[in-house]
Nanobody, 115 residues
């Protein structure tokens, strides 16, 4: 089964950038949809971005133009480049692998935007 490990979170000032990584075990990784979600304290989990095995992407309106999702199938890794970060982007960011008959979550990485 695929296992996911996120990394790249941290503390950044408003307007700054971070790049999150979602690394997976298992060669099937290249055939599944990968999604980035985020969850802030007291709020519902929010879908941030998705990327298909073909590289098609979708973004939440709140991050369009600021975040970019990409994948490197050779490295079994999906990235979330986050630019122009805002205070409201503070959350735990989690990646999820979505296949036809199963899905797997990573453990999450904390992103804190603060001055």
């Amino acid at each position: 089964q695929v296992q996911l490990v996120e990394s790249g979170g941290g503390l950044v000032q408003p307007g700054g950038s971070l790049r999150l990584s979602c690394a997976a075990s298992g060669s099937i990784y290249s055939t599944v949809v990968i999604a980035w979600y985020r969850q802030a304290p007291g709020k519902q989990r929010e879908l941030v971005a998705t990327i298909t095995s073909y590289g098609n992407t979708n973004y939440a309106d709140s991050v369009k133009g600021r975040f970019t999702i990409s994948r490197d199938n050779a490295k079994n890794t999906v990235y979330l480049q986050m630019n122009s970060l805002k205070l409201e982007d503070t959350a735990v960011y989690l990646c999820k692998a979505i296949a036809t008959t199963w899905n797997v979550w990573g453990q999450g990485t904390q992103v804190t935007v603060s001055s």
